[in-house]
């Protein structure tokens, strides 16, 4: 059972509390990509079971990294989660662009967990 | 000099000189007096000819009488010197005295007729022949006296001769004279009576002549005086009303009378008024620039603040979930409250900026008052409570609705009933009432019994950021409560005002479109509705369960309230995307019915993840809207949804649809028990941090 995720951030904060929150799941595996580019090829090499994807990076925007995503055949298949904290209008672009769905920053831990579970049961 | 007409005019729409240029810049009095004068004109020339040629008549008749009068007079005296002349031949023939009768009385007359000959004998060239006429009947006459008294004396007949000679002679002579002063007059009567006749008809031409003219001088002067007038006021009006609708002017003549003038007026308006639609669109430019500014910034701005709140909301949740003392959890509660008090800020700052660049999207739909009015109460109890104060609702009508976001109007009324709270006395009321409205609309009020406002800052407070008077007091509040709550009733279609008696309390009105009347049930009868009628006596009953995706309730109840009325069917309702696709997975309805607009997510992923999901794939989900476009539409029923309803949902094809559907456990001939149903609702505003978020059942599924 793939139990790996990839988290593409560029924000410490944000990612040591998400690495926080996955102490409770130590089933998962997590990979950290700090930008766009290095974020695909992780996704590419690691083959996780879920990408969390800031919308954020500091060389790409998340609609960019998707579409990546999205016309690698490596990596067309993993379902997206979008984390953002940007307007509803954007989160929908990013929904008609193959994201599987959105949370939005901040969030609500007992949201993201069961986003989490529900991907990696 | 009056001022040109504006330059702006096209070139040549004023090529006019001469007589024509002068008509134009006279005045109206000016011109219409001069259409006036002509016709008089014409009339006074044919009245003093008319004059003159009647003086001439006169005149010629005066001379044709004077004429005949010396005819007459001549011809008397010629009468009257033959007839002495008869009697004295008589007598000198007869030698009887009595033939001298005639001849006496001749003469007698003779004196009165040879002074009325002189005296007629006025008109030029008549005197001199007068004279000679009168010398003539002198001579006759005294010739007529010598034969006379030769007979007296006796004289021989034969001896009278010579003197009867003489007097045959002078009386021929005189007869010449009268003849030539009897005539000439008579020809000059007639020659009178031809220029007389001339002259008349002369006059009646002239009176004909001067009707006709005049007339047509009159009629044609008015016409074009008229015809001008108006063909020029028309140019005028047309460009009014070009004026009226910004379109450009028709070029037209310019003129120095006062239609000119008028035109003139209206150009010089059209300068103005193009002026000034510039100087508005640039500024209006130049607002829509700065909104947009503000609304990226605000936007920008809120992205900026939330990200490092992440970190914060995150951590400080995973503390609390952590072994804590008294004094360190009451300090995490502290930070979590400030941490999602500056979210609901940043969250309303974004909803302001979004109502006024117009990216907010609403559903709008037909809602209940008073469950809206209930949920919300129900929600600020907690609150409400911890300040003493109550919740009063008055709201009797069972089947109000209006047309509004359920969402946003519970935003709305959450934000009026907050506010509420925080400006009111300990122990003090709120009361929430709902008022329908003659025209098409109803109010809700949401009173409280606080110190009010004054009424010089009832306005204020819809400001953002105008916190009345919150320096002094300890009183929490975003500061944009209100003017959120005024743009989202805006954003409906509606409004929110206030008023105020300071010291007795404040009144928030909210008024909004009327909807039709919805079919309330009671909340009893809704749970009850729910429970599927599955007894002992019907132990392999096909039933269909129906799973009701929707967050609006006063739907949930209509649907509710109409399955209740068909056998076999068993409903269970989720209001959001998300509960409604787990509850999918757990208990497997025959078939889903799913609202498009959903709080969390949108119907067309939840329909994506319903038919991707093994486990909810073989469901038949009908998608409910009331403004899907048919585009999307075509792409629900192409990604797998059933059939599509409008909203709202009209309950006769709806049944159609229930009852033609055959359910797939039916044909699976595997009949499941009934599943226990229960009817339930979630509140507006249950998302992640909303006050009342129930974080206890969240915490056991750790």
């Known amino acids: ?121 | 000099v009056r001022p040109k007409r504006a330059s702006s005019e096209p070139a040549g729409a004023d090529q006019v000189h001469g007589v024509r240029r002068w008509w134009l810049d006279l005045s109206l009095r000016a011109k219409g007096l001069i259409v006036v004068a002509v016709p008089l004109i014409v009339l006074i020339a044919v009245t003093l000819t008319n004059v003159m040629l009647a003086q001439n008549e006169n005149h010629e008749r005066t001379v044709s009488t004077r004429a005949r009068t010396l005819a007459a007079a001549a011809s008397l005296v010629l009468t009257d010197a033959l007839n002495a002349e008869t009697g004295v031949r008589g007598y000198a023939a007869t030698r009887d005295p009595a033939f001298l009768t005639p001849y006496h009385m001749a003469l007698a007359r003779l004196g009165g007729e040879r002074r009325s000959l002189r005296e007629a004998a006025v008109i030029d060239g008549y005197g001199r022949q007068q004279r000679a006429a009168d010398a003539t009947t002198g001579k006759v006459l005294s010739e007529l006296a010598q034969i006379r008294s030769a007979v007296g004396r006796d004289v021989p007949t034969a001896s009278l001769l010579p003197g009867l000679l003489k007097g045959k002679a002078a009386m021929d002579l005189l007869r010449r004279r009268i003849a030539s002063l009897a005539n000439g007059p008579a020809a000059l009567v007639l020659s009178q009576r031809k220029k007389i006749s001339a002259l008349q008809t002369r006059i009646e031409l002239l009176n004909v002549a001067a009707l006709v003219l005049g007339l047509l001088a009159a009629v044609a002067g008015v016409g074009l005086f008229t015809s001008g007038v108006a063909r020029r006021v028309t140019a005028n009006a047309e460009n009014a009303r070009r004026l009226g609708e910004g379109q450009p002017f028709e070029p037209g003549t310019n003129a120095d009378d006062e239609i000119g003038r008028l035109g003139e007026s209206l150009d010089r308006a059209q300068g103005l008024l193009s002026h000034r639609s510039t100087e508005l669109i640039t500024a209006r430019d130049e607002a829509l620039k700065a909104t947009r500014a503000k609304n990226a910034f605000l936007s920008s701005t809120s992205h900026e603040l939330r990200t490092p709140l992440n970190s914060i909301l995150g951590f400080t949740q995973l503390l609390e979930m952590s072994e804590l003392s008294d004094e360190d959890a009451d300090s995490v509660g502290r930070i979590l409250g400030a941490g999602r008090h500056l979210l609901a800020l940043i969250n309303e700052l974004i909803d302001i900026a979004r109502i006024e660049s117009g990216d907010l999207s609403l559903s709008l739909e037909p809602v209940l008052v008073r469950s809206v009015i209930e949920e919300t109460s129900e929600l600020m109890a907690p609150i409400a409570t911890e300040h003493s104060i109550r919740i009063i609702q008055q709201c009797a009508h069972p089947a109000l609705a209006v047309k509004a976001d359920r969402q946003r109007l519970s935003q709305v009324l959450v934000n009026l009933i907050s506010n509420a709270v925080k400006y009111n006395h300990r122990d003090g009321t709120i009361t929430i009432s709902c008022q329908e409205e003659g025209t098409g609309q109803v109010t809700i009020v949401v009173s409280d019994t606080g110190p009010g406002i004054s009424p010089e800052n009832l306005e204020r407070i819809f400001v953002p950021f105008e916190r009345l008077g919150a320096e002094q007091t300890a009183v929490e509040g975003t500061g944009i409560g209100l003017p959120l709550a005024r743009a989202l009733a805006d954003a409906m279609h509606g409004r929110l005002t206030a008023s105020s008696v300071p010291g007795q309390g404040s009144a928030f009105t909210l008024t909004l479109p009327r909807a039709p009347d919805l079919v309330h049930v009671p909340a009893p009868d809704l749970v009850t509705a729910g429970v599927a009628p599955a007894g002992p006596h019907h132990p392999a009953r096909a039933g269909v369960s129906v799973l009701y995706i929707e967050d609006n309730p006063a739907n949930v109840e209509v649907v509710s309230r109409f399955l209740h009325s068909k056998p076999n069917t068993t409903l269970m309702t989720e209001a959001s995307g998300r509960a409604g696709i787990e509850r999918a997975a757990r208990d497997v309805p025959d078939i889903i019915l799913l609202d498009l607009h959903l709080p969390d997510l949108r119907g067309d992923q939840v329909l994506s993840e319903l038919k991707t999901e093994p486990a909810t794939a073989a469901i038949s989900v009908v998608v409910l809207s009331a403004d899907a476009s048919p585009g999307v539409i075509h792409r629900l029923l192409a990604s797998g949804a059933l059939a599509y309803l409008t909203k709202p949902v009209e309950l006769a094809e709806l049944g159609e649809l229930l009852d033609t559907f055959v359910p797939l456990r039916a044909q699976n001939q595997q009949p499941q028990p009934a599943v226990p149903n229960r009817v339930s609702m979630s509140g507006p505003g249950a998302g992640p941090f909303s006050p009342g978020a129930d974080q206890e059942s969240a915490k056991e599924a750790w």
Do not use: C, W
């Not at chain 1, 988290?7 to 130590?26: Q, T």
């Not at chain 1, 996704?43 to 969390?52: C, H, R, T, Y």
């Open chain 1, 1 to 121: 059972v793939n139990h790996a995720m990839l988290y593409i951030e560029d924000n410490e904060s944000n990612i040591s509390l998400v690495e926080a929150l996955l102490k409770r799941r130590p089933k998962i595996e997590l990979h950290i990509a700090m930008t766009g580019r290095d974020g695909v090829r992780a996704a590419i090499d690691k083959q996780p079971g879920l990408i969390l994807l800031d919308n954020r990076l500091p060389d790409a925007t998340g609609g960019e990294v998707l579409h990546e995503l999205a016309s690698a055949t490596a990596t067309a298949a993993i379902p997206v989660v979008v984390l953002s904290s940007d307007s509803g209008a954007m989160i929908e672009e990013l929904l008609e662009n193959g994201a599987a769905e959105s949370i939005a920053k901040p969030f609500d831990i007992h949201q993201f967990m069961s986003v989490i579970d529900r991907y990696l049961p």
